[in-house]
């Protein structure tokens, strides 16, 4: 079995691409399913209401989803300066001792 994606040495799944297809996917699921149950609503019917909707019904946590991408590019961002300040605290601590 082939590993790789035809990206060099890196695997499939270490692909930005494949997750960035991954999450777009699931947030046009996401919203297709809000809309298809709250189209009453929208639509202004007599008798539907925004709190018979799955939005009012699903946790707050579903929202996570949408900041995915961002958590993940600050997350890289930080492990790359956390890599950076274990050297640069050796170097001050070598300097300041006696």
Do not use: C, Y
């Not at 790789?4 to 399913?33: E, F, K, M």
């Not at 298809?36 to 699903?58: E, M």
């Amino acid at each position: 079995m082939i590993s790789t994606s035809g990206n060099g040495d890196n695997p499939w799944w270490r692909n930005w691409r494949l997750w960035a297809l991954v999450w777009v996917i699931g947030t046009v699921g996401l919203l297709a399913i809000l809309w298809w149950d709250a189209r009453l609503w929208l639509q202004n019917a007599p008798q539907a209401t925004f709190r018979t909707t799955k939005l009012n019904v699903w946790p707050l946590e579903i929202l996570w989803w949408l900041f995915v991408p961002v958590v993940l590019l600050v997350q890289q961002s930080l492990w790359l300066l956390d890599r950076r300040l274990h050297r640069a605290l050796a170097a001050k601590s070598e300097g300041a001792a006696p």
